[in-house]
């Protein structure tokens, strides 16, 4: 049994309930609320996505390349807004932002299933010089998913 297996059925779980959610939220709660990083709904999602992205990424260079591996690093020193500014979620179409979003996290889960058991010590080294292994990392994904939903949930509730 993969030691990743009840994270990634939470993951699958919260990604089921939050998509018609997602979907039925009106434009001006999606594009217009902001929350204390100046992000909108929009491009909350659109960093989950880049999260995503990067992590398959980090995933997959952790199982083949030495360790510790040196991997660009966008989520710190300002990067992730970069990478929001530069991609322009806040004008993308709605619905594509968010079955990326839904795709993007079903398939790191099918990647973190895959992983090889082996390579889980293995570890990158973040821009802030820190190590950070394999294992660790793939926890601490849900963590972070889940604190950008509860974000995307302040900005849904807020008056």
């Not at 963590?143 to 008056?159: C, G, M, P, S, Y």
């Amino acid at each position: 049994m993969n030691e990743f297996n009840h994270n990634n059925q939470e993951l699958l779980t919260l990604v089921d309930e939050w998509e018609s959610k997602l979907l039925k939220l009106p434009q001006e709660t999606i594009a217009n609320r902001r929350n204390s990083q100046n992000r909108t709904i929009k491009q909350i999602l659109g960093h989950m996505i880049d999260s995503a992205s990067n992590n398959t990424h980090r995933i997959i260079h952790l199982q083949y390349q030495p360790s510790p591996l040196i991997f660009p690093d966008y989520a710190n020193l300002g990067n992730n807004d970069r990478w929001i500014a530069i991609q322009n979620y806040q004008d993308e179409n709605w619905n594509v932002i968010v079955q990326l979003w839904k795709y993007s996290n079903i398939h790191i889960t099918h990647i973190i299933k895959n992983v090889n058991i082996d390579k889980l010590d293995n570890e990158w080294i973040t821009a802030l010089n820190k190590k950070v292994s394999l294992r660790s990392m793939i926890i601490d994904y849900l963590r972070h998913f889940k604190l950008h939903l509860a974000e995307v949930d302040d900005l849904i509730n807020q008056n």
